[in-house]
């Protein structure tokens, strides 16, 4: 897996994304569902490459993190979701990651020298801005993805009181032991230190729902979480938490420039 990671990350990013799509349509023929979202995503994916083909003039997005401008990001889509409008065709960043750049920016000093930060998870182009702009001052750790350590959330391999911010997107979703996760956070975190947290929340819901296994119809989650159970499980780990979307930083004509994703951050500070 970890060589197919390297090889894939050594392909132009538009192949990439040509790639995704076809592992798309194999995952949405296999489990029999999701076609419709796989099909959506691979002619609009189609149709964005050749439009680029024509040069135009026309530029209503761009891309906080590498500076690409053009008419439509790519869709971001698997068999279970569809997000039009989202993936830069030149970095590789989605949504998401647009919209924490912007939340790190505007409401922390990571970036700022001395400051330490700690990825868990990463995806390669944010990992590139941040080794871009904080060299030395960045670590990423993940079991299987390319990172600059191998390890896992469950025990993480720093001395207590290492990080000034520990960034960590979708990863809860998958972790059995989620409290335990959140506690090793809270170890590494410096007094006062900041965790920038996400993941899928079903706001209808009153409690989590746990499956016993990977439920495949949903990315392979072991956990969708409700709102409260989120931010109860970092309360309980000594963490004051803060709930934050972009659409309470900017304008949104700004929002719209960079299709930045409305979905809040929870910022979880650490108070013990």
Known sequence: MYFLNIVKDLLPRRIRLFLTALRNVGNAILLRRGIGNTL???????????????????????????????????????????????????????????????????????????????????TDFFQNYCLRHKAKEYLSIDPSRPAILKGNIACLPFKGSAFDYVICLHVFGYVRDDYRAASEVSRVLKPRGVAIVQVAIDCSLEKSVEHLFPDRYDCGHIRRYSESDFERLWRGCGFHVQAVSVDDLLPVAVVRRYRLDHKPFLIATKVR
């Not at 997000?83 to 590789?92: F, K, L, M």
Request: proline share 6%.
């Open 40 to 122: 959506r995503g691979v002619w609009q994916t189609v149709a964005l490459s050749l439009r680029e083909i024509v040069p135009s003039k026309q530029t209503a997005v761009t891309c906080n993190l590498c500076s690409w401008e053009g008419a439509a990001f790519y869709p971001n889509f698997a068999p279970s979701y569809f997000e039009r409008d989202c993936t830069c065709p030149q970095c590789g960043a989605i949504a998401r990651y647009r919209s924490l750049l912007v939340l790190l920016r505007i409401r922390t000093d990571c970036f700022h020298s001395g400051r330490l930060m700690l990825e868990i998870a990463p």
